[in-house]
């Protein structure tokens, strides 16, 4: 049966697409060669798609028969900071074999810039023998989903697209005006994917400050997060970021000095991203050595102590677990001789260098027994009040309890 639409990618990107989609009427089919990965959707909301005309399908041959396909494969940094593409790569060819003239192909997936008309539109010319721009469309849009936001969702937050010529972005700007009150054009390719590059790097930057001046308040004895809580009261010139752990989610901070030879810039690269990447990237390794510290005040040494870790996840009430910091916390936990377990009640099981880490099933009972109780992601469920009382020792690392209750990051 044709579908208007096809997603190709049914993680973290294409399910809540999939699920705006089928909300706007539109017949739409999703394509994974795996099974879906979104862990934010529930699955009474999967089985309300599908009850409304949602079809899954592992069968590349139904891409050749739909108006418009976005591609939402997932993108992450390598080992050497460079981007990973072969997933983007992969589903552009799937794609290419299937694709017939006057299709709208969009990119969604996290990209640099030069993605979509460097690396995927030769995919698609190759694999297709057509030409973008003159006998399918080609454009790019960043997503701006967050996870979670009871305010913003796909419907009324704005969405950047931008095409390789003026009638490719027309015919994405035509597709998203059905899901979203605002769409706003891009002068080109290129600009729609930096859009994405600086609100991610935005996010990275002012995070690395905030969490520099935990560290900072903390040797001051200054409550930061009082002097937040005063800032935000500002009406212009500030924004509020809170520090944490580490930076988790699946937006992908790039730092231009880090981009393919061929698109990378001739001048500096940006210092202040690659600067802020590496402060993050401290902050497990800071959490680490509050703990011993205060495990240390209270007569006790990180080696044997039981360690309770709540909340693993990277974004409060929430499954997903990209780039949680909560992994490297515990691995470094391990490092000490501690002896860890967790708390969760969105992760069902949790593993750290492939051991299986002890899930805690009493919370209080839990905290009670812990030496140290971390608090590491905030879900809605934690009365910190009472977990204070309970724990012997609690560390918040995302200043979530009440002023003198838990020593907080």
Known sequence: MPADLAVIGLGHLGLPLAQAAVAAGIETVGYDSGPATDSTLT???IRRMSAAGFR???NPAELGRVRTAVICAPTQ?????ALDLSAVGEAG???AARLRPHTTVILESAAHPGVTEDYLRPVLEAGSGLRAGRDFHLAYSPSRLDPGNRTHGISNTPRVIGGLTPACTESAHAFYARLTEKVVRARGLRE?????LL??????VNIALMNEMAVLCHDLGVDLWDVIRCAETKP?????FRPGPGVGGHGVPLDPNYLPHTTRTPGHPLRMVG???????????YVIQRSATLLNEHGKSARGARVLLLGVTYKPDLADQEGSPAREVASRLLDLGALISYHDPYIAGWRVRDQPVPRADSLYEAAANADLTILLQHHRTYDLQGLAVKAQLLLDTRGASPAGAAHRL
Do not use: C, K, S
């Not at 729609?192 to 994405?196: G, L």
């Not at 609100?199 to 990275?204: L, M, S």
């Open 192 to 196: 729609a994917e930096t859009v994405q």
């Open 236 to 240: 212009y010139g500030f924004q509020a």
């Open 93 to 95: 060819r799937t794609l």
């Open 43 to 45: 699955a009474a909301e």
């Open 199 to 204: 609100e991610t790097n935005y996010r990275h």
């Open 77 to 81: 940094l390598g080992a050497d900071r």
């Open 275 to 285: 600067l802020a990447q590496e402060i993050n990237n401290r902050m497990p390794q």
């Open 56 to 58: 899954v399908t592992t």
